[in-house]
């Protein structure tokens, strides 16, 4: 893993010198859009919808719209705000850990500590965990000031982003203030249920079933042939080994398809568009 941030845990006159690790990755399988007809990728242009230039990132600012009028916010407008680069994880206060409900929590983060002493660190985790207690605290991250919770994982310090307090929406669902009346035995039977199902959370024992088969349908279809190579679906026109003569894609994309077909035993047919099976179908074919 790879630091990316580092700075100190501090309350009143502690000091902990920690780096700070995402805790949690992606295991999605990366997937883009390419063209049905030939594979091709598809890209997407910064078009300015004014004068319909593609416009470079060096030349485009950020604006707020409210509906009806637009405050454009240019590169000095941001430089005139209070900058956020604290480099403190500043404990502001100790709760009952049962007191911060799950629905707050966002992006998690190890925390290591950075000195050559780890007594600080390990103080301050043994306390939180003998004391049952999650320290609210406050830091600056990537250009955004966040309220967190430290708190301890197995033997590790870990610091919860916490959303703020307007980004919780309200509950409010008039069918719920209907009345219901529920039955003792309709409880007991209800509550009976629920100890059937009874046990203690191991969550290796859980997989992501869509992505497991979504990789086993990639390896078969690369093991079977039905693939271009990836270099064509760039547009880029491939020179032959020697080094003269430059194909054109759709026809280099026709060689490949046909190349592909051959090693599956099916007949070339040339000029045939490629198999529709390439294209990635349902929730894969977004990305």
Known sequence: MRAIWSGAITFGLVNVPVKLYSATEDHDVKLHQVHDDDGGRIRYQRRCEVCGKVVDYEHIDKAFDDGERTVVLTDEDFDALPAEKSREIDIVEFVPTEQIDPIRLDRSYFLEPASKSTKAYTLLRRTLEETNRTAIVQFALRQKTRLGALRVYDDVLVLQALLWDDEVREASFPSLDEPVSISAKELEMSEELIRSFESDFEPERFSDNYQDQLRRLIEAKLESGVAIGTEATFGEKPRDAGGGEVLDL??????????????????STGARRSPRATKPRGKAASG
Do not use: V
């Open 250 to 267: 759709m026809e280099a994309l026709r060689k490949s398809i046909d190349k592909s077909r051959a090693s599956s035993g099916q007949e």
